[in-house]
C-alpha cells in the first residue's frame, strides 16, 4: 500500500549532530512542566518529539508553540 505518510523520505529533518538532513523517527510525547511546582499538574505540553535515526539525537519542539 502506497502511504505517503510512511515515506522514510518525509521525516528527513535537520540534525544538528549530523549537520545535515536524516531520517527521524517522530513520535508524539505528552511532557510535563516543571519550571512552575504547583502548576505541573496543569502544564502538560504535547511535544513532537524526533529522533535521529543516524546518531540518535533526539530534538522536541512543543507542538501548541507555533
Ligand atoms: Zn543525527
Known amino acids: 500500500?502506497?502511504?505517503p505518510a510512511a515515506d522514510p523520505?518525509?521525516?528527513r529533518e535537520r540534525c544538528p549532530d549530523?549537520?545535515?538532513k536524516t531520517p527521524h523517527?517522530?513520535?508524539v510525547e505528552?511532557?510535563?512542566e516543571s519550571e512552575n511546582p504547583e502548576n505541573a499538574a496543569f502544564s502538560r505540553e504535547p511535544?513532537?518529539?524526533a529522533?535521529?535515526?543516524r546518531?540518535?539525537?533526539e530534538t522536541a519542539t512543543r507542538m501548541n508553540n507555533v
Open 1 to 3: 500500500m502506497a502511504n
Open 9 to 11: 523520505d518525509a521525516a
Open 18 to 20: 549530523c549537520r545535515e
Open 25 to 27: 523517527h517522530v513520535r
Open 30 to 32: 505528552i511532557r510535563t
Open 47 to 49: 511535544y513532537r518529539v
Open 51 to 53: 529522533v535521529c535515526a
Open 55 to 57: 546518531c540518535g539525537h
